[in-house]
Structures are given as C-alpha cells and as structure tokens.
C-alpha cells in the first residue's frame, strides 16, 4: 500500500476512533458532573493531572519517538528503548511519590496527596507502553489503536463511575485512570508481541538520549505551558475555581480532541516521510491545515459564542461560572490545533531548537498574563490572558519557525483564509440570533444553525482536500498516551 494510502485509511480510522471515544468521554463527564461529583472533586482531579502531565512530557526522555523516525530496523533499538523508558519513568516516579505533599500544597490543594501518588503511577505504565504504542503509529494501523482505545475507555469509566457511586469522590478518578491504563499496557502487549524485551547497547543508548532530549525538553515546555493556568488557578483561587476553570478547559478542548488528536496520530509519520523536501513538507502541512481548520472553526466559534448556554443545557446550571472563561478558551482550542500540527511538522523536520525557543517564549509571555487575568477577573482572565498571548505573541514565533523549515506565511494564510473568513460570518449570525431568540435554550439550537448555514458555502470548495489525500496529519509529539478521561487534559 502507498504512503498515500496509508495515511488516508489512519485518517480516516483515527478520526472514527477519536469521535467514538470523545462521545463516550463527554457523556461520562456529564453524568458525574451532573449527579455525582462537584467542583471541587473536578478541581483535585486537575491537580492530580497537572502533576501526571508533568511526568509524562518527560518520562521517557522523548527517546521512544526514534521508532517513528529513524529509518532503520526497530528491532537493533528498541530494547534500549524499552529500558531507558521504564528506568527514567520509574525514576520520575519515585520523587513525585516523595514530593506529593508539598506538590498538592503547592498547587493549591493539600489534600490531593493520595490522589497525586495514585494517578501518577501511571506514567510508570506509560513508560513500558512508549514502545507498542509508537510502533503502532509508525505502522499506521489505526485499527489496533482503535480497539486499545476502546478497551481502554471502557474499564477507565467503568471503574470510574462505580466508584464516584460508592462515594470515592476525586479518587474515583485517579484508580479508574489507572485501571484503564493497564488494561490498555496488555493489549499492547497483544498487539504488538516481542517488544517489551528490554536491553541495553551503550552507544544505541547515547544516540538515542541525544536525539530524544531536545523533544522532551520542547514537550515540557509545551505541557508547562497547558497546565501553568491550572497551577495558577490553584494556587491563587482554590480547588472550586480550579473545578470550574478545568470543566471549561475541557469543554473547549473538545474540538482539540476530536480533531487534532485524529490528526496527530498520523501526521507526525506523515511529515517525516517527506521531511527531506521542503516544497513537498510545506505542501503537506497547508493541506493539512486547511482540512483541520475547516473542521475546527464550527466548534471552537459556536462554543465562544454560546458558553453560557451551551454550559448550563449540558452540565447544569451550576457550572456557569465555567462560561467565562469558556468564551477565550474556545478561540484558543483553535490556536492549539493549528500550534500542534506546526509542532509536529517541526519536529519531524528536525527544527528541535525552533521547538524550544518557541515554546520557551510562550511559556515566559504566559505565566505573567495567567497571574495578573486571574488577579483582576478571575478564572475569566486566565482564559483571556491564554488567548491573548497565543494570538498576539506565539503566533509570530511560530510564523518563524515555520519559515525556516521551509513553509511560508503564503502557506498559511491560503490554508486559513476561507475557514477565518467563514469563522467571522458564524460569529455574527450566532450572536446575532441568539440575542433576537431571547437568549432561550432554542434560541441556542436555532443561532448554531444558521451559522453552519453561513459557513458551509463558504468552506466547501476545500474538500478537493481531502480528495487528494494531502490531509496528513500526525501522532503525539511524545508518544502515544494510555491515558482517557473525561478530566485529562
């Protein structure tokens, strides 16, 4: 079969699982939020995933990435992989099991301890399933993932529910993510056999911490940068806010989730099969662009416009102090899914030191924005300060990068122009609606649909894109994750 092929049956199979999962995540989510779990549960919950996101950025030393991109016999490698994985994972580990007290005290939420040593010890799982799971994606075969995703969200909310019903509260969420992420560490044992055999070969070893380094430093500062708003809520205004900031981090999310996730697990084996011509990488990358716009700009425009009552219709009325900042962080998913294909089709091009200046900028502009927003308005003014300084300041760097691996700002702009175009009408007309409907829970249902009516015209000569094939789209920067919840971030 044809890369060509290939990439157009992951797509396709990717994106099947990623809407089948999501849908599941969202309807666990409401249920416990409805009915059984409040802000402040969801709030001890994100501390917990602040912490594991941490860990995982850096577990494995972004050495697991090789499988993917080293055009050479997976076979020579990957016991050192495996090895270099599991040691530093379990290092990672052992401190965060030490630090727990002072990490959850320090995030705001002393009493997320066992939460923090329970949830955490999934990196450690992650750490052993690096190797199948980027093997998997190498290979393309979006069918295996499919079902390790699904055997993975299955018991992961099985087992969260029956404990938030027998009153576990927060921790219902810490053992479910565990249980869900073994499951899914044996099924990959299944699905790719012979190899999780560790090794070692001292000089494979050196090549490998050489080229994984500069990766995980990027994803670090990348994960730094998507939870440093949760650290800040936390620690300045408390596990309740911090629950009703992470609802509407998830929300807005979802359009990331459904879309770029899709997307990621392919496009980072797709760039790198023609990272070696930049006309061929920067043509890939506006095809990719223009497809994964054009789906995103509905979600992300329709969840700024309508946060309040999209919020109270699907969580309750409780929640609607998450609408505030629903309303930036929904432009900001649409920042985040344009970002992370520009950090894929970087890091398959070899522009490690691009990725970390960008990300190191982002993360500097950032956390000043975070602390004043939520000095002066709150969780609203975290999601403010995230937007403004995706939009105003990351967004030239990585204009930047990109240049200098060969894709242009021409590029772009003809990948962006008719979906932002189409964008602004949805804007309009949602807003407009809305108001005339009274502000009615209908009148929701009604502005949403007359602004894909006013959108689609405008984005539908786009979809010789897909036509083509030139949608390749990629896999996570550091690795396939086992971790689903309706919480993780």
């Known amino acids: ?196 055999r560790p090794g070692w070969n001292a000089a494979e070893a050196r090549a490998l911490v050489s080229f994984g380094l500069p990766l995980a430093g990027a994803s670090l500062l990348v994960l730094a940068m998507l939870n440093v708003d949760s650290v800040v809520t936390g620690a300045l205004l408390g596990p309740v806010s911090l629950g009703f900031y992470q609802l509407a981090f998830n929300v807005s999310s979802w359009p990331v989730r459904s879309i770029s996730e899709a997307a990621r697990r392919i496009s980072f084996a797709g760039f790198s099969r023609v990272a070696d011509s930049r006309e061929a990488l920067a043509d890939a990358f506006g095809r990719g662009l223009g497809v994964l716009m054009a789906a995103a700009v509905p979600p992300c425009v329709l969840l700024a416009t309508l946060a309040e009552p999209a919020v109270e219709t699907i969580y309750g009325g409780r929640w609607a102090p998450a609408a505030g900042a629903l309303r930036f962080l929904a432009l900001l998913g649409l920042l985040r899914i344009a970002y992370e294909l520009a950090y894929d089709c970087l890091a398959a091009a070899g522009r490690r030191s691009s990725l970390i200046a960008v990300q190191g900028w982002w993360l500097a502009a950032l956390v000043p924005a975070l602390l004043v927003g939520a000095d002066r308005w709150g969780i609203t003014g975290v999601g403010a300060g995230h937007l403004v300084v995706a939009a105003l300041l990351v967004a030239p760097a990585f204009g930047w990068a990109m240049r200098r691996a060969g894709v242009s700002g021409a590029v772009v702009l003809r990948a962006c122009a008719r979906p932002f175009g189409g964008g602004l009408l949805m804007a309009a007309v949602s807003l407009l609606v809305h108001h005339w409907s009274g502000g009615t829970r209908w009148g929701m249902f009604a502005a949403g649909a007359a602004a894909l009516a006013v959108y689609v015209p405008v984005v539908l000569p786009m979809r010789r894109l897909l036509r083509s094939g030139g949608a390749a789209v990629a896999v996570e920067p550091h690795g396939e994750r086992v971790l689903a919840a309706e919480g993780e971030r």
């Open 1 to 196: 079969m044809s890369l060509g092929a290939k990439v157009r049956a992951g797509a396709r199979l990717s994106l099947l699982n990623t809407v089948v999962i999501r849908i599941g995540n969202f309807a666990a989510g409401v249920v416990l939020a409805r009915t059984l779990l409040g802000p402040r549960e969801w709030g001890l919950y994100a501390t917990g995933m602040v912490a594991l996101g941490v860990l995982l950025s850096a577990n494995e030393m972004g050495v697991s990435l090789a499988i993917i991109r080293w055009d050479r016999n997976i076979k020579e490698f990957a016991p050192t992989v495996v090895t270099l994985s599991v040691l530093s994972s379990t290092a990672l580990y052992g401190l965060l099991f030490v630090a727990a007290p002072a990490t959850a005290r320090a995030l705001g939420s002393p009493d997320a301890t066992a939460m923090l040593r329970v949830l955490c010890f999934s990196v450690v799982i992650d750490g052993l399933a690096c190797v199948p799971n980027q093997v998997i994606a190498r290979e393309f075969r979006q069918g295996a993932r499919m079902v390790l995703d699904l055997l993975n969200f299955l018991v992961t909310t099985g087992t969260t529910l029956t404990l938030a019903y027998t009153g576990a509260g927060a921790m219902s969420f810490a053992w479910g993510a565990l249980a869900g992420n073994l499951c899914a560490l044996v099924g990959c044992a299944i699905a790719v056999p012979g190899v999780l």
